[in-house]
């Protein structure tokens, strides 16, 4: 038997298994199979549609974080719409942890009245809060502080160094931060090897040097100079 007449051989030998298999399935059957390919069609359309969508809106984020953020030439920036929405986000990472969350007032080590993640403002003992007050609570004194550290700041900050500032003054309050040697250094233009080690500096409550607030600098600083 030739080459040719064996491949002709196994051609029809396959096409006959091939009929046969087939010819033994129920309409039920056939039925089922072809749902599972629809549904594996389906799925395989759908995740290719929703990959381009995030892809659409990975690219309109980018547009519009570009023009909201008022871009300097060295790529840095004020705080506008949706970036100021990011510096507090990445500013709670650090805020939290350090701050602890207490849904029970309590005196903090200078003797405020303290609740959630270190909120004082018409804070008194005995006062109480949710963890989805205590959420409303960090991110509205979030906003007053950058508020308040924005008026006094005239240079452009990375998202980062925004976020390691607005920490600090969140912890230190928007009088100290504006009148420190820190907010003076980036408005007189000195880089943020300069002014980034100044955080460092605010490591006393009290009179007394916390090992709390010493850590807590540390990872301010790291934020802070890790963009320059």
Not at 15 to 28: E, R
Not at 29 to 47: K, P, W, Y
Not at 116 to 145: F, N, P, S
Request: proline content about 4%.
């Amino acid at each position: 038997m030739t080459p040719k007449t064996d491949a002709a051989v196994s051609a029809t030998s396959y096409a006959g298994a091939g009929a046969s298999i087939f010819a033994g399935l129920t309409l039920t059957d056939v039925g089922i199979i072809v749902g599972i390919a629809t549904a594996i069609l389906t799925l395989l359309i759908n995740f290719i549609y929703q990959y381009r969508k995030d892809k659409r809106e990975q690219r309109l984020f980018q547009v519009q974080m570009d023009t909201m953020a008022g871009k300097s030439e060295r790529g840095n920036i004020r705080v506008k719409g949706l970036i100021g929405a990011g510096v507090l986000g990445i500013a709670a990472l650090v805020v939290a942890p350090f701050e602890g969350r207490s849904l029970v007032a309590y005196v903090d080590p200078v003797g405020v009245p303290t609740i959630c993640e270190g909120v004082t403002r018409g804070v008194q003992l005995g006062d109480t809060a949710t963890d989805a007050e205590c959420d409303e609570m960090l991110e509205r004194e979030l906003q007053t502080h950058l508020a308040g550290l924005e008026r006094c700041i005239g240079g452009y900050l990375t998202p980062n160094q925004w976020a390691a500032a607005l920490s600090w003054t969140y912890n230190v309050g928007v009088g100290a931060a504006c009148n420190s040697t820190l907010v003076r250094l980036i408005n007189q233009g000195e880089p943020p090897n300069v002014w980034c080690p100044e955080l460092k500096r605010w490591v006393y409550a009290g009179g007394r040097k916390l090992a709390g607030l010493e850590r807590r600098r540390e990872a301010e600083y790291q934020l802070c100079i890790g963009d320059s």
